[in-house]
């Protein structure tokens, strides 16, 4: 039995000490003894989540778990990495200890430890999250009349009801189509005010959290819980 679950950083498990151990996914995984495919991505929209599922083969999965997330997110294709080097050098500003506390991750995982003087990797295009609450998110490198661009972006144009409309249109794309090749699934989300049906709402306070707003590793257990009763 194969499950893939496509989301953002709740997803993927971001401030648990061994996410691909102590997630959700994995621990549903292990109680229906299916080979867990994770493809959950800290910082992605729900743009990024509806590509990565178009790009996944998804008739080889017998169970899909989608996890849409904050609306407002967006996404856009940064061809020559300028944005990745930007938002780089804003996280060593803003947090010099970052590399320092990447370590513990590396570690476990057998590579070798990041030094904070450590030189950037090459970089190359890719696609780029935006987050309006996050200002390294924001800050890409690409200025207009003095004000980063995705900044006059989300105090010029955006709308919350552009919000929405991308939010329906993802949710029906991946529903219908995991509907209509019969393959079990559930739809859950983070946003409290959706008015999308999913099957559950992540976003709730009976769920322990960790410093940084995600669920802990005892919120993973008991958001197992609830999907296992709806399975």
Not at 85 to 112: C, E, I, M, S, T
Not at 164 to 172: G, P, T, V
């Amino acid at each position: 039995m194969k499950l893939l679950i496509v989301g953002c950083s709740w997803a993927f498990g971001d401030e648990l000490d061994d996410p691909s151990k102590e997630c959700f996914s994995t621990i549903v995984g292990n109680r229906i003894n299916a080979e867990v495919t994770n493809l959950g991505w800290n910082g992605i929209s729900n743009h990024g989540i509806a590509r990565k599922f178009l790009e996944s083969d998804i008739s080889v999965f017998d169970l899909v778990l989608v996890q849409m997330t904050q609306p407002s997110r967006t996404e856009y294709y940064d061809k020559g990495g300028r944005a990745t080097y930007n938002k780089r050098q804003l996280q060593k500003k803003l947090d010099p200890n970052k590399f320092l506390r990447g370590n513990v991750y590396r570690a476990k995982k057998g590579l070798p430890p990041l030094m904070p003087n450590h030189k950037d990797p090459v970089i190359k295009s890719s696609w780029e999250n935006i987050l309006v609450d996050r200002e390294h998110f924001m800050s890409t490198g690409h200025i207009m009349d003095g004000k980063e661009w995705w900044i006059r972006y989300y105090e010029e144009l955006y709308h919350d009801k552009y919000g929405e409309s991308d939010e329906m249109l993802f949710f029906h794309l991946m529903k219908n189509k995991l509907t209509n090749m019969s393959i079990p699934h559930l739809m859950m989300t983070i946003n409290k005010k959706t008015k999308m049906p999913f099957d559950l709402q992540l976003n709730k306070s009976k769920y322990p959290r960790a410093k940084g707003n995600h669920p802990n590793k005892i919120g993973h257990i008991m958001i197992a819980r609830d999907i296992m009763n709806l399975l």
